[in-house]
């Protein structure tokens, strides 16, 4: 009946332990999540403070709405080889 007892509670703080082993792994991987948001939000503030920037404002009508400033010409490629171009360009670059 001892021996009993005493396997029942070896095994509860066997569980225990597992538990607390658990909740630290998943404490550290909740932590490394938090400094990363924390990455992400500074990246996203200093992103906001930029937006009523003219030269922000400029660079986003141009290159979202297509929009030129008196008398220039817009070329316009296809995007297959605008894409293609990128790709061997970003090779280049690793290769360096």
Do not use: C, H, W
């Not at 630290?24 to 999540?33: F, P």
């Not at 500074?42 to 660079?59: A, F, G, Q, T, V």
């Not at 297959?80 to 990128?86: A, C, G, L």
């Amino acid at each position: 009946m001892v021996l009993l007892i005493a396997l029942g509670i070896i095994a509860v703080i066997a569980l225990s332990v597992i538990n607390v082993i658990s909740l630290k792994r998943e404490e550290i991987s909740v932590l490394k999540q938090q400094e990363e948001l924390k990455e992400e939000k500074k990246e996203l503030e200093k992103e906001l403070s930029n937006i009523n920037d003219p030269e922000n404002l400029e660079e986003e009508a141009r290159n979202q709405l297509r929009l030129i400033k008196p008398g220039e010409v817009l070329y316009m490629f296809p995007e297959e080889i605008t894409e293609k171009n990128k790709t061997q360009e970003s090779t280049e670059e690793t290769e360096e």
